[in-house]
């Protein structure tokens, strides 16, 4: 049988880092092909490169046996590729039926008609929405509901869908994949990503396991299983050199006193009823896939954003119950959160490696009317440049000047002037340089021999591994699974977080 | 006030149901359950060190582990036993006295006003501590004490030192069911059991009581010293997120304690699955997609090392599908750690040393 859509040696590169290198991806017709891998493995980059969303560095597409370029998703959706992205596309100002035929307008368009259209073919797909609802007014999972239609009814030979059953429930998820043979069965050829290993194998025809942007396997379902698959999309060759083994480098370190903790904590659908504890002089170390809940339940620790307010659960600092409204109260009291989206929440791009670093300071030890001392600045700036050794000129070059790896050191720097008791790492080396992640690690184990109570929150697995002295499993919203640092291996993780 | 009426609607602060987990040095393993047998009896409790032996109570009687014999029996059941090193023993009677029996077996009662509902003795020094659960109910009453009090009523126990030759004193009052006591560095330690903490006492009585461990995620029990330095504590229930919404909820409570048997309260207890009756919640747990029936354990076995600064470092558990529950004493005695499961009818031995694979 020859393939429908072919990608030979597919490339993608972002400033020199390869987020997928060398990838030969093979779609058959009616066929539905599983995509697996960590996160960061370049499963949604190299289905962006199907769809025209993204543009590959080199490398070579077929469809049909014939070389297309796509530079835009409408070139890919005139050639019947159409996508349902994970983040929603929608708008929600309008109605579920305009957002099913937008894009798709007649010259005089009748609502009632639409309407009607709309319902007729959101019941054959067996979807339980209300056309004339706002799409604002809907539930994640009747958003995808109304993506997935929207797709489906583009006619497209091929379906990319990314994620496409994480807010489902089972039922929805049982609706999904009759309608994913049903579409099968009318020529259609599907591509989905997934972390639920078991929905691949139970659904897929073919799967392929992408690791660090690289193609690791292609077999039939069949011939695959849950285990093989997870040793698959883990087992790092580079680990080890990146972060060396840590087995006999350095022992766990005993915990200190309970500093924070987190008792029944529930945050709408994405954090349920979760509870945890951190101890001073340790580093947690908190994995989980993408939607598992770790970020959400960090910025409610931090007072980014607020837990449900009805029974949203207990968070005692020192054993003391807190409930921050906003950040600031937080830092007062000592947490201190590092984001894991730098650029858009860590620093002010524009402004200089001593203006952040003192805004940082001045959280707890400024008041609104206090005088900014520039001598005060640059002594501050100096003071933590040499710290953790952030590579610039001096304290008044501009962040946007300096690589990720020193941005990362500076937004460090700015959390750790506010001298913290728990301090927050989110995904700290994300987008950082080899070297910079070495230095970084060790300031992260720095901290917590000083004693302080350091949470680490990362997808990458070696990185968990080698830094943290408890390991913190969470999946669907809640922490499920604790490991020692003596017991934790890449598969026992893989397995507690997808299972 | 209004605080609480809004803390109460919304649930949070006093009114926030939630319970603290067990993770870190509290992260449930086997060891109990795998713990190896020293003896199977009815309901043990009170393990003591006397003489180079290990002594426990069981129903009306005080008998000795390394012979397997009976030291002595009484005409209630035993609430509590303490031994001191000059080989007196004190012995708490249900619904008497305390009886002091000294070396040469001779007996004298100390005053029911004072020792009357004991739960816990210790010698300090030449001193007895009784710790009091309650002021109106016998120890084998705990848990209508327990759903009397719920979360937010103060409560009735106390502890008293009393002297070998001078007027009691009281080191405590309005204690939530003390049950556990030991002298330790010229400090008193007391369990408080339904506030969930541990107490440091000053023996003079000058001092009021400072919490040293708050927050267990179960019922705390009798302690013992450990030989490091450090303590071992019992934890004879855990806590749940059902049992803490019961204790909030005043009516409901009232109506069980009227209508229903105390063995099928919504409450914490020292052994479950013994009858079709019990409760068990209507909940469920969703894993990979499937939804599964779940109830949340009332009893459970739990012991937990703490250093000398108050903190878990190691701990003990008998799961919920485990048999050992309702650990309600723990000793340490030659390197051995002795355990009392009181709901599992069995005394087990571990090494007190054991590193936990969990």
């Known amino acids: 049988m020859s393939p429908i859509l072919e990608l030979r040696t597919i490339t993608k590169e972002y400033r020199g880092v390869p987020a997928v290198k060398n990838v030969n991806f093979t779609l058959n017709s009616q066929e539905v092909h ?24 080199s490398g070579e597409m077929l469809l049909d046996g014939r070389p297309v370029a796509f530079k835009v998703p409408k070139d890919a959706l005139a050639a019947g590729i159409a996508m349902v992205y994970q983040e929603n596309s929608l708008v929600p100002a309008l109605t579920v039926a305009q957002n099913i035929f937008l894009g798709r307008e007649q010259f005089f368009n009748r609502m009632r008609g639409i309407n009607i259209a709309a319902q007729q073919f959101l019941q054959s797909l067996n979807f339980g929405v209300d056309p004339t609802a706002s799409v604002a007014s809907l539930g994640a999972a009747q958003r995808q509901m109304v993506e997935i239609a929207r797709a489906v009814r583009q006619k497209a030979r091929i379906i990319i869908f990314d994620e496409p059953t994480a807010s489902l429930t089972p039922e929805e998820k049982f609706h999904f994949f009759g309608l994913m043979t049903r579409l099968k069965h009318t020529g259609v050829s599907i591509i989905f990503i997934s972390h639920a290993i078991e929905e ?16 690791v396997l292609t077999d039939g379902a069949a011939n695959l299983d849950r285990n093989s698959i997870i040793r698959a999309m883990v087992g790092r060759s580079l680990s080890g050199e990146i972060y060396g083994a840590r087995g006999a480098a350095r022992a766990s370190r005993q915990p200190g006193r309970k500093v924070l903790s987190v008792q029944n904590l529930s945050m709408g659908s994405m954090v349920r009823n979760t509870s945890f504890s951190v101890f001073a002089g340790q580093v947690t170390g908190m994995f989980g896939l993408i939607g598992s809940g770790r970020t959400e339940t960090a910025k409610i620790i931090a007072g980014v954003i607020k837990r449900d307010m009805f029974h949203g659960g207990e968070i005692k600092l020192d054993g003391r119950p807190v409930r921050y409204r906003v950040p600031e109260p937080a830092v007062r009291d000592g947490i201190v959160y590092v984001t894991e989206d730098r650029k858009l929440e860590g620093f002010f791009e524009t402004m200089s490696i001593g203006d952040n670093i003192n805004i940082g300071y001045m959280a707890t030890a400024g008041g609104i009317f206090s005088v900014v001392n520039m001598a005060q600045v640059r002594r501050l700036a100096k003071q933590w440049i040499d710290a ?19 941005q990362q050191k500076v937004v460090i720097a700015k959390s750790l002037v506010q001298n913290p008791k728990l301090i927050i790492f989110d995904e700290p080396t994300r987008g950082v340089d080899v070297g910079a992640i070495a230095e970084i690690h060790q300031f992260i184990n720095m901290l917590a021999d000083d004693g302080l109570a350091v949470i680490v929150i990362s997808s990458y697995l070696p990185e968990i591994i080698n830094l943290s002295d408890r390991i913190l499993v969470t999946r669907q919203g809640r922490v499920v699974e604790e490991f020692t640092a003596g017991q934790a291996t890449e598969e026992r993780i893989m397995y507690a977080a997808v299972h | 006030m209004l605080r609480g009426v809004i803390d109460r609607f919304v649930g949070r602060g006093e009114a926030a149901v939630t319970v603290p987990p067990m993770d870190g040095a509290l992260r449930p393993n086997q060891a109990l359950e795998r713990a190896s047998v020293a003896a199977e009896v009815r309901a043990p409790d009170n393990l003591v060190s006397y003489r180079g032996d290990v002594l426990f109570s069981s129903g009306h009687e005080l008998r000795a582990l390394g012979s397997n014999s009976v030291l002595r029996s009484f005409e209630r059941p035993i ?39 004991a739960t816990a003795l210790a010698f300090h020094e030449d001193a007895l501590i009784v710790c009091r659960g309650s002021a109106q109910y016998n120890p084998d009453q705990w848990k209508r ?16 030192l009393i002297p070998r030759d001078s007027a009691h004193r009281r080191l405590a009052d309005g204690l939530r069911w003390p049950y556990g006591a030991v002298a330790r560095d010229g400090q008193v330690i007391v369990s408080e059991s339904w506030s969930h903490r541990l107490l440091v006492l000053d023996p003079a009585g000058a001092a009021p009581p400072r919490p040293v461990l708050s927050d267990l995620p179960g019922y705390p029990a009798r302690i013992c010293a450990s030989s490091d330095g450090g303590l071992w504590l019992a934890v004879f229930a855990p806590r749940s997120q059902l049992i803490e919404f019961v204790l909030r909820e005043d009516g409901y409570r009232r109506r069980m304690l009227n209508e229903i048997d105390s063995d099928f309260w919504i409450a914490p207890t020292m052994a479950n699955g013994r009858s079709f009756l019990e409760p068990i919640q209507g909940g469920a747990l969703k894993q990979m997609g499937v939804l599964k029936p779940w109830a949340p354990s009332r009893s459970y076995g739990l012991v937990i090392k703490l250093n000398a600064t108050f903190e878990p470092v190691v701990s003990f558990h008998s799961r919920t599908d485990g048999t050992r529950h309702g650990t309600t004493s723990v000793l340490e005695h030659h390197e051995r750690l002795y355990v009392a499961s009181n709901g599992g009818d069995v005394i087990v031995c571990l090494r007190a040393d054991e590193a936990v694979e969990q």
């Open chain 1, 34 to 57: 599983a995509l697996v891998g960590e996160n960061g493995a370049g499963k949604s980059t190299l289905t962006k490169i199907i769809a025209g969303a993204v543009v590959p560095t």
């Open chain 1, 200 to 215: 691949a194998v139970q659904h897929a025809d073919r799967i392929t396991v992408l690791r660090d942007g690289g193609h």
């Open chain 1, 388 to 406: 953790i050794k952030v590579r610039a000129i001096n304290g008044d070059a501009k962040v946007i000047e300096l690589s990720g790896g020193n």
């Open chain 2, 79 to 117: 609430s509590c036993v303490a031994a001191a090193a000059d080989g007196r023993l004190a012995v708490g009677l249900l619904g008497a006295e305390v009886v002091l029996v000294h070396p040469d077996g001779s007996t004298n009662l100390l005053p029911l006003k004072v020792t009357a509902h």
């Open chain 2, 145 to 160: 004490d327990l759903m009397e009090a719920g979360v937010s009523k103060p409560g009735s126990g106390s502890v008293v």
